[in-house]
């Protein structure tokens, strides 16, 4: 969120953001060929660590936010899944942000939910790279207001990559190296 004067502009929004601060520039807009090759690189690596994980740091809370380690690594999946739903749906809640992994899941470990971080990578190559793309340039009405499918998917893209650089920390904190970090 940013807060400037008596504005408010809520999530990243380059578009509001230029507006507000008098900033000019076109948003850059990732191809479809380069936004898969960034999601398999960044859930790849999320699924590697989320599996290095030992049972017992399920419930662990992470320092900054009342949130459990089994939760947080849920979150960083269930973003660009989310994303994907509000193409088809037309909608992205603030309600979709914020799901909770037993909610989706039921009571599972960390295998689980990297199993499900596999599914939802599978999921946006087939809705990028498959027979009938997503068309990036739908508006999608959103709580951070319009947005086109590209800003959402790449939103949902830099969300994952900053809970990722968060999981690397918590994991150093626990005395877990990541394999193979990016």
Request: charge should be negative; proline fraction near 5%; include cysteine.
């Amino acid at each position: 969120m940013t807060i400037w004067g008596d504005e408010v502009v809520i999530g990243f929004n380059p578009k509001e953001l230029s507006r507000l601060f008098g900033l000019n520039g076109e948003v850059a807009v990732a191809d479809l060929s380069t936004m898969i090759e960034k999601y398999e690189t960044v859930l790849a690596a999320a699924c590697r660590a989320t599996r290095q994980l030992p049972p017992d740091h399920m419930d662990w809370e992470c320092p900054e936010r009342k949130r459990t380690l089994g939760r947080f690594t849920f979150h960083i999946f269930d973003r660009p899944e989310r994303a994907l739903n509000a193409y088809n749906v037309g909608m992205y809640s603030s309600e979709d942000r914020g799901r909770n992994f037993k909610d989706v899941l039921g009571s599972v470990g960390f295998e689980e939910i990297a199993r499900y971080g596999e599914e939802v990578l599978s999921r946006v190559k087939s809705a990028l790279g498959g027979p009938s793309p997503l068309d990036l340039d739908k508006v999608l009405d959103t709580y951070m207001g319009t947005k086109t499918a590209n800003e959402l998917m790449d939103l949902a893209l830099g969300h994952s990559v900053h809970h990722l650089k968060q999981l690397y920390e918590y994991m150093a904190q626990s005395g877990i190296k990541p394999v193979d970090p990016l």
